[in-house]
């Protein structure tokens, strides 16, 4: 009887402690502050734009090319594991850009606007390292007032 009321109590504290243990946030890795908090959404100025997270090498190889538009409140946000001064290209693009470069505070740091694709093969670097780009429709960061020095934020 007294085994069988230790065990009634005693594994859902040992569960809930494993639970706890696990997925405590000094327990918890962490790949990126933006592609694990924002997921699917982010805000510049109050601007949200909706976003697809590229951290993955092959996504960020195939980007946005061969895609016949991006959503007027589209983005895709490439994510880096570390600060880099990657070079960007429009190769196989069907519509224009612009770049949002940046850092890993979440600062904007430069932006390349209206980028076309008959500037392949012209590759588009930042002006210094750093852990993130957005690309957005052309025209997208001047239609909503984002400049540099400008961050962006969850919702």
């Not at 510049?44 to 734009?49: A, D, K, L, S, T």
């Not at 740091?109 to 590759?123: D, L």
């Amino acid at each position: 009887m007294f085994k069988s009321v230790l065990i009634i109590f005693l594994f859902p504290i040992v569960g809930l402690v494993t639970f706890s243990y696990f997925n405590s946030p000094d327990n918890m890795q962490t790949t990126d502050q933006f592609a694990d908090q924002i997921k699917n959404t982010l805000s510049i100025n109050g601007v949200e734009i909706k976003i697809e997270i590229a951290d993955e090498s092959n996504e960020q190889s195939r980007g946005l090319s061969g895609r016949e538009y991006l959503a007027p409140d589209g983005g895709m946000l490439f994510v880096f594991p570390e600060r880099t001064i990657p070079g960007f290209w429009m190769k196989e693009m069907n519509f224009s850009l612009d770049f949002i470069w940046i850092d890993e505070s979440g600062k904007i740091v430069e932006i390349t606007k209206n980028v076309s694709p008959a500037t392949y093969p012209k590759t588009f670097l930042p002006p210094s390292p750093i852990k993130y780009v957005l690309e957005v429709n052309a025209g997208w960061a001047d239609g909503n007032n984002i400049k540099v020095g400008d961050k962006l934020k969850r919702p």
